[in-house]
């Protein structure tokens, strides 16, 4: 019989490492009931005496013969009571087969539920103590004590070793957790390391490449106007220009390759608002049954902005509600781009537990906490301010300038 298929005195649980402590314990079982029945029926000095512990055995064996008995409590409880009924048979017979209670208490105890093992296991004992003193045998302490003992013995051993396998199962789905959370925390970690070089490269591509490009074209524009009609030099710059010009679009087609995808279908406006959405995302950010109501608005007429100005709002706003739903407790958010004469501003509100800004000197996580979120702000000449208190919720604010070409 296996642990999760058979009677012993052990918890039906999965095998793992302590298949070996658990077929040792159940041959124990095993060949403790077959040497109390042998005993019974030698004791017992008569036809039917064996008969009755043989009868015993058998009903015993088929109960680890049929699986139910392991998963069922109802064919459990149906089990014991036949056991339990050619037990007393055997009793009836001859005293010597109290003994047989002793395995009986583990089995109980194993089977069934606490609420109706322990009162299994007193009767079963008052059954052993009354045959006992029924067959007219000398009373002494030990008649008493015995299959008491054994039953609190049995009751100790059994209850005991539950709460250690529960402990272990606990500890071993804990450090199960602990490797699930290293290994996505290490993903996570590639992800953002993808996309942070990602906006590193188009950054890098639209502040020199393209800029570069761009100028060069006007200046050949320049050029090829201050030329003398007729000029040779005139075909030349004609091609020139036109070669920078396929290069700037190329080179505008790499930034926009490499992009973020939240904004890679749709403006900055349209990011934030899927931000908001339940659900969004990883489920890190965005409203939902266990996060905050996120609102997300427009105020003023919205401009098209450099890709390095909607990457840095984009995630300051992911950073500012991540936090908010990690770490503030808040019901509601609010997330406004304002659009405004000479600069864009980012809020990001909520009405969550707060904070003493004071006190944050450095990000916790890593990754785009406050420190990161005024370095991407003033990496573009703008400006980054956190407002809260301690049950006051917190307002993070981040303006940029509007660069020059962009329409107010």
């Known amino acids: 019989m296996e642990p999760s298929s058979s009677p012993h005195p052990v918890l039906p649980a999965s095998r793992r490492s302590l298949t070996p402590v658990l077929r040792a314990l159940r041959l124990c079982l095993h060949l403790l009931m077959a040497g109390l029945l042998v005993l019974a029926a030698v004791r017992a000095g008569s036809a039917a005496g064996t008969v009755m512990a043989a009868v015993v055995g058998a009903v015993y064996a088929a109960g680890s013969l049929v699986p139910s008995v392991a998963t069922s409590q109802r064919a459990a409880a149906v089990w014991l009571g036949v056991l339990g009924a050619s037990w007393l048979g055997l009793l009836w017979l001859t005293p010597d087969a109290l003994w047989v209670a002793f395995p009986l208490y583990f089995l109980q105890l194993h089977l069934l539920p606490t609420r109706w093992s322990l009162p299994a296991v007193a009767l079963t004992a008052g059954a052993a103590i009354l045959s006992y003193v029924g067959h007219g045998a000398a009373l002494n302490p030990g008649v ?100 920078a010009q396929d290069n700037l679009a190329e080179a505008r087609r790499f930034v926009r390759a490499l992009t973020p995808p939240d904004l890679e279908h749709g403006s900055l406006a349209a990011a934030l608002e899927r931000l908001c959405e339940p659900g969004a995302g990883s489920g890190a950010y965005g409203s939902g049954p266990s996060g905050p109501r996120v609102r997300f608005s427009v105020s003023g007429t919205p401009a098209a902005l450099p890709t390095p100005y909607e990457v840095a709002l984009l995630r300051i706003a992911q950073s500012a509600l991540a936090n908010t739903v990690r770490h503030a407790s808040a019901s509601r958010a609010e997330i406004t781009l304002s659009f405004m004469d000479a600069s864009v501003t980012l809020d990001v509100v909520d009405d969550g537990g707060g904070f003493d800004p004071g006190s944050v000197r450095q990000s916790s996580e890593g990754g785009f906490g406050l420190p990161a979120m005024r370095s991407r702000a003033e990496s573009l000449g703008g400006t980054f301010t956190v407002e809260s208190a301690p049950g006051q919720g917190t307002a993070v604010a981040v303006s940029l300038p509007l660069p020059a070409g962009v329409p107010a």
């Open 144 to 243: 008493f004590i015995g299959p008491l003992l054994g039953g609190a013995v049995a009751v100790a051993t059994v209850l005991g070793y539950q709460a250690l396998y529960r402990e272990s199962e606990r500890r071993r789905r804990l450090i199960e957790e602990l490797i699930e959370t290293r290994a996505e925390l290490a993903a996570a970690e590639r992800h953002a390391g993808t996309l942070a070089e990602r906006e590193r490269l188009a950054r890098e591509i639209h502040d020199t490449l393209a800029q570069g490009l761009s100028s060069i074209q006007l200046l050949l524009r320049a050029a090829e106007r201050a030329l003398p009609p007729g000029s040779p030099a005139a075909a030349h710059i004609d091609r020139a220009r036109r070669a």
